[in-house]
């Protein structure tokens, strides 16, 4: 297998409503926002991206999931098992696709040492303030009317009226 390392230029700065680790093995790193109003995303920021070139375990588990196999990627045992592999169906139910997750000790202890913080201006906060926060800039209530559903955002919670008011 090879590694190749691409470095983003990111500083490990602290923007507004974002949250930082101070204890990584390497420069801090950032949590992406989803903008104002809305709570930190849970995806890292990372300083870059390390390839790791391993063209025969794509080769194999394409072919297991071709064959039907669900596939899981293991370190020295199969009970070391760090990625599973499984098909899935698209939401229209006319295809197919390949869905990725973490499993057991890979998932659960590889961070786990890290610890992190919400930052705001500059200064900590905690989740219980950013919840305020969001609640704060969400809005007035809106009832609705036909022919113009109001509609609640599956991510965010923010509710909007679905077209123009005539």
């Known amino acids: 297998m090879k590694k190749i390392r691409q470095a983003y230029g990111n500083k490990g700065d602290a923007p507004e409503g974002r949250m930082v680790c101070?204890?990584?093995?390497?420069?801090?790193?950032?949590c992406t926002s989803n903008g104002r109003g809305r709570s930190s995303a849970?995806?890292?920021i990372t300083l870059g991206i390390d390839y790791i070139l391993?063209?025969?375990?794509?080769?194999?588990?394409?072919?297991s999931l071709r064959c039907g196999y669900e596939v899981r990627v293991?370190?020295?045992?199969?009970?070391?098992?760090?990625i599973r592999l499984f098909p899935c169906a698209t939401p229209d139910k006319t295809a197919m696709f390949v869905k990725a997750?973490?499993?057991?000790e890979f998932r659960g202890k590889t961070l786990a040492d890290k610890?992190?913080?919400?930052?705001?201006?500059?200064?900590?906060?905690?989740?219980?303030?950013?919840?305020?926060?969001?609640?704060?800039?969400?809005?007035?209530?809106v009832e609705e009317v036909t022919?113009?559903?109001i509609i609640t955002c599956p991510k965010c919670g923010c509710r909007y009226r679905a077209h123009k008011k005539k």
Request: hydrophobic share 25%; proline share 9%.
């Open 54 to 63: 391993a063209p025969e375990i794509i080769l194999a588990a394409t072919e």
């Open 115 to 141: 610890k992190m913080r919400l930052m705001r201006n500059g200064k900590e906060t905690t989740p219980e303030e950013e919840s305020a926060r969001k609640d704060e800039s969400g809005g007035d209530e």
């Open 101 to 104: 997750a973490t499993l057991d």
């Open 147 to 149: 022919p113009d559903p």
């Open 42 to 44: 849970g995806k890292v």
């Open 74 to 82: 293991c370190g020295e045992t199969s009970k070391d098992e760090a």
């Open 22 to 30: 101070p204890n990584w093995d390497t420069p801090e790193v950032n």
